[in-house]
């Protein structure tokens, strides 16, 4: 097959192109470029898509003796992924950009324009399993990374080829050395790339200015903020309260309403869900509902078995056992077993 390999500057997209490579296709490179100012993003161990970045996808293509080009993507990246992330916090919900950009960047953008210009495929270094066309789980359930690929449409999937998915990361990097790749043991990128000192209040404060209001427990103001957007279900530091807790025990973010600008605080237990409603799924593996499953509700979250029926255009997720902090806009994945039936994006939850 000829394919196109993205190329993030990392050991897992490297090694997934040289695998492609020797599994006998026709592969080139390329390289996003997201951002029209590549220096304030991050680099290094905290890095994804930045200048450092491009110069390793670089010698690893050379190394690997690919074609290697740059695409620019700054526009698509700052409407899809930074745009809706602000927008997101705005409405006081807790987006995901990382799945964001795969969906609309590398998964829409790249795969569109890759098979306009004649190639069967894209490949990249994600975690994950592509099996009969269905999304499935990592080797590495330590590195799985099919909760932020079950937003991909079942005709993603099928021009969709994730070399890495049989193996662990360890693997991955001794792979990696046995080719000679300098990226072996480059660390992995974490947090988000587009904002460099990692102060997201800070970043959305830059957006939306400021918009103090209430922090409220039992509808009595404990504390003050400047905007909604610094906050997020679940969280315990930062919160700004002024009022000690009666039984001196830790508070934490029960929901934010951003028309009003208040957030609500309360002890871990009121953390607790066991109903989830969301917006209308992608179907990886469609099944009939009511499906007896299990859900993951954040990326490195825990598994909870689940009975998912009909709400509407979306699902109703019943939980066999309470949940904690779930945030609406994070996504809901559905899994049997391995594999992933679907994902959606989270209404509400109580």
Not at 68 to 88: G, K, M, N, P, T
Not at 100 to 116: I, P
Not at 206 to 226: F, I, K, Y
Not at 232 to 245: E, F, H, I, K, W
Request: proline share 6%; with cysteine; hydrophobic share 45%.
């Amino acid at each position: 097959m000829k394919l196109l390999a993205a190329m993030s500057g990392g050991v897992d997209s490297a090694v997934a192109a040289a695998l492609a490579v020797e599994a006998g296709h026709d592969v080139t490179g390329v390289h996003l470029a997201l951002s029209e100012a590549p220096a304030t993003l991050r680099s290094g161990s905290r890095g994804c898509c930045s200048r450092e970045d491009a110069r390793d996808a670089s010698r690893a293509a050379d190394v690997i003796g690919i074609p290697y080009y740059v695409w620019d993507l700054a526009a698509e990246f700052q409407a899809s992924v930074i745009d809706d992330f602000v927008a997101e916090y705005a409405a006081g919900r807790t987006p995901n950009p990382c799945v964001r950009c795969n969906e609309k960047v590398k998964f829409a953008a790249v795969l569109d324009r890759a098979l306009q210009l004649g190639f069967d495929a894209v490949v990249t270094g994600h975690h994950a399993r592509v099996v009969d066309g269905v999304l499935s789980r990592s080797a590495d359930p330590a590195k799985d990374q099919s909760y932020v690929l079950a937003v991909l449409t079942p005709a993603q999937l099928a021009a969709t080829v994730l070399p890495l998915g049989p193996h662990t990361k360890d693997e991955v990097r001794t792979l990696a050395r046995a080719r000679g790749l300098a990226v072996a043991d480059k660390p992995d990128s974490h947090d988000i790339c587009f904002i460099a000192d990692g102060d997201t209040a800070g970043f959305l404060r830059s957006r939306l200015g400021e918009q103090p209001g209430a922090v409220v427990e039992d509808g009595v103001a404990v504390g003050t903020h400047q905007g909604t957007y610094g906050y997020t279900v679940g969280q315990r530091r930062g919160l700004g309260l002024t009022v000690p807790a009666a039984d001196g025990r830790p508070r934490y973010v029960l929901s934010v309403e951003p028309v009003s600008r208040t957030v609500t605080v309360g002890p871990v237990a009121a953390l607790d869900v066991s109903t989830v409603l969301t917006d209308p799924p992608v179907w990886s593996s469609p099944r009939p509902l009511p499906l007896a499953c299990t859900v993951q509700l954040r990326a490195h979250g825990m598994v909870h078995e689940c009975v998912a029926t009909a709400d509407g255009a979306g699902w109703s997720l019943a939980l066999t056992t309470p949940a904690r902090a779930v945030a609406a806009g994070q996504m809901a994945v559905l899994y049997d077993g391995d594999t992933v039936v679907g994902s959606a994006t989270i209404r509400s939850a109580a």
